[in-house]
C-alpha cells in the first residue's frame, strides 16, 4: 500500500518534501510520483528504479527523488517551486521499468497507486 503525505500550500520559490510509505517494494520495483491537475492526465514527474533516477523536463534542477529503505519510504524534495507546479502528486510503483517522465501517464501503466496529495504554490 501507497500513502503520499507531505502536501500542502506554499509561495513561489519555496520548498516542500513529499513521502510515500513503500513497504514491500524493493529497489527492483519502478517507483515514483505523477502529478495531475483538473481537466489534465497524470503525468511523471520522476521515477527511480535499481539506483537510477528519471525526471519530467520541467522539474530537473529543481526536484529530487531519494528512497530511504530502512524506513521504507520515498521522497520528492521539491524546490524553487512555480505555480504551474500546482496538483495532486500521486506515489506509484510498478514491477516494470519507469516509463517516460513529463508525459501522459494511464492509471493501468502502472500496478498500484497511492491516494494523492494535494501541492499548491501560489504567485
Known amino acids: 500500500q501507497l500513502v503520499e503525505s507531505g502536501g500542502g500550500l506554499v509561495q513561489a520559490g519555496g520548498s516542500l518534501r513529499l513521502s510515500c510509505t513503500i513497504s514491500?517494494?524493493?529497489?527492483?520495483?519502478?517507483v515514483g510520483w505523477w502529478r495531475q491537475v483538473p481537466g489534465k492526465e497524470r503525468e511523471g514527474v520522476s521515477c527511480?528504479?535499481?539506483?537510477?533516477?528519471y525526471y519530467a523536463d520541467s522539474v530537473k534542477g529543481r526536484f529530487t527523488v531519494s528512497r530511504d529503505n530502512a524506513k521504507q519510504t520515498l521522497f520528492l524534495q521539491m524546490n524553487n517551486l512555480k505555480p504551474e507546479d500546482t496538483g495532486v502528486y500521486y506515489c506509484?510503483?510498478?514491477?516494470?521499468?519507469?516509463?517516460?517522465?513529463?508525459?501522459?501517464?494511464?492509471?493501468?501503466?502502472?500496478?498500484?497507486w497511492g491516494q494523492g496529495t494535494q501541492v499548491t504554490v501560489s504567485s
Open positions: 506509484a510503483a510498478d514491477h516494470g521499468h519507469c516509463g517516460a517522465m513529463g508525459v501522459p501517464t494511464k492509471l493501468y501503466e502502472y500496478d498500484y
Open positions: 514491500g517494494f524493493t529497489d527492483d520495483y519502478a
Open positions: 527511480m528504479r535499481r539506483g537510477k533516477t
